[in-house]
């Protein structure tokens, strides 16, 4: 018979430090995102036509093509450049929470603009950020065991996501106007922002280090 201990002991998966701080860094570090994605819209529908909304997005189906292919540039040139893009992922995550904010403060600018700027924001740091983790996450999983224990880990903590959009819809229904909902994403972009520093911190220590190079 299995002792208490042993039944109740922390499965070694869950313990392991890469795969833990990464699934940190790409759910925590952009929870901010989960409002964004699933309320922009309920903000903007009121003050834009349909009319207004396909005129950005004409221009925006553009814009979304181009930071595609700009990311990648960027991705590999800094991987290249400085051996990780640990630091450049640290600023490409609290961009993104910058701008998960914008659709629900007042930026004195006509609503088209407003939402302009927004989608162009997010999606710009959005692309980027996506792209540098997936290098990121190959860049760390030089073994076979990180590999499989960041997508388990990452998988349990797609749950947190579950609960911040289901605070953000009770959150926006709230009487009050935008203050409920304001609070909640600019406390759910602080909480991502200590989460990106954080498990950058801890993961500059289990990244390996870049090959040395020989001179010709």
Known sequence: MASPMRVLSIPR????????????????????????????????????????????????????TLNDLAGGYV????????????????????????????????VGLPPAWHYFLSIFLFDGFMSVLAICRGSLFTELAHEEGHRINMQRINSLFGSVEFVVKTLGYFAINLEGGRGPIRGLV???GAFSVCCTLLSVHKLQRYRPSPAPTTAP
């Open 13 to 64: 998966w869950l313990m392991d430090p890469v795969a833990l701080w990464y699934s940190v860094l790409s759910t925590c570090g952009t929870l901010s995102a989960v409002l964004f994605n699933n309320l922009h819209m309920v903000v903007f529908s009121e003050r834009l036509s349909a009319g207004s909304v396909a005129r950005v997005h004409s221009v925006y189906f553009v814009w979304n």
């Open 75 to 106: 991705s590999d040139s800094y991987g290249f450049a400085y051996g990780s893009r640990l630091p450049l992922i640290r600023w490409l995550s609290m961009g993104v929470c910058a701008a998960s904010v914008l659709p629900f403060v007042e």
């Open 186 to 188: 600019l406390s759910v």
